[in-house]
């Protein structure tokens, strides 16, 4: 453990600055986005796909391309295959994202092993670096966080009755499947920019344990809302700081912090509820 002006002093680095930046903008916007996926009960989608961007990250190695450049086409038609098969199948989601992800995990650790970056290169796409951060990631971070605050923002009520009562959504003539797709969509980007950071393993609980947190302590939809953003920022800057205090990995430090906000909660409502 380090003492307290030692570990402050680590943030006057510019590659700690960017890691702070980095996590409370995707904090951000996997509170925002995972507020919606936790109640669709889509919680397990964002660690389909993360184990299954390891498919698009080894093909991009075997053609000797940047991985990320290939991981965010690879999900938005992970997004659109998934979605599709959701709507055309009787097949439950659950199982059905179970059969993506296992399959396509698989055939990515062969071909990773076969082209021998699977013993050296693993670790980093398992568990990311966020301490690694560059400008353009910021500024990809940023431009996903309008976009999905734009996005939430201009079709808040669609969103929402969307999630509450599919059925009555459908009454009133909303188009689920195009709206259904354009959220999968975006979520598939939000996960796949933030998998160099996190890592395949991590990825999906900035997306649910701040929304399953943040909903124990609210008691509206708006709340949960703007709750499940603000924890989401807030246990990724944590997470940061005790890292560097007792230097720790980062991102297992910022999901322990996740983890910690969401048993305060679970404590809470048992309090309340007692």
């Known amino acids: 453990m380090q003492d307290l002006s030692t570990a402050l002093n680590l943030f006057t680095y510019p590659f700690m600055q960017r890691a702070l930046i980095g996590g409370v903008l995707t904090g951000l916007t996997g509170g925002i986005l995972g507020?919606?996926?936790?109640?669709?009960?889509?919680?397990?989608?964002?660690?389909?796909?993360?184990?299954?961007?390891?498919?698009?990250i080894s093909l991009g190695v075997v053609f000797g391309l940047n991985p990320s450049l290939v991981v965010l086409p690879f999900a938005l038609l992970f997004a659109v295959g998934v979605t599709y098969l959701i709507e055309k199948t009787d097949i439950w989601t659950d199982a059905l994202l179970n059969i993506v992800y296992s399959s396509s995990l698989a055939i990515s650790i062969i071909v990773l092993s076969l082209e021998g970056t699977y013993q050296t290169g693993i670790n980093n796409l398992l568990f990311g670096d966020i301490l690694g951060v560059l400008p353009g990631d910021l500024l990809i971070s940023?431009?996903?966080?309008?976009?999905?605050?734009?996005?939430?923002?201009?079709?808040?009520?669609?969103?929402?009755?969307?999630?509450?009562?599919?059925?009555?959504?459908i009454a009133r003539g909303i188009h689920v499947f195009a709206h259904r797709i354009a959220f999968m969509m975006l979520l598939s980007l939000v996960v796949a920019t933030a998998i160099s950071s996190l890592g395949v393993l991590l990825v999906g609980a900035f997306v649910v344990i701040p929304a399953c947190a943040a909903r124990l302590f609210s008691r509206n939809f708006s709340s949960y809302l703007i709750l499940s953003a603000v924890l989401g920022a807030a246990s990724a800057a944590a997470g940061i700081f005790f890292s560097a205090l007792f230097n720790l990995p980062t991102g297992p430090s910022i999901v322990i912090a996740q983890l910690s906000l969401f048993l305060l909660a679970t404590g809470k409502k048992q309090w309340l509820d007692s």
């Open 35 to 56: 507020s919606f996926t936790v109640v669709r009960q889509l919680s397990f989608f964002s660690d389909a796909l993360g184990h299954s961007a390891l498919l698009g």
């Open 142 to 169: 940023g431009l996903l966080l309008l976009l999905s605050s734009l996005f939430v923002g201009l079709t808040l009520r669609t969103q929402v009755l969307l999630t509450l009562n599919e059925d009555l959504a």
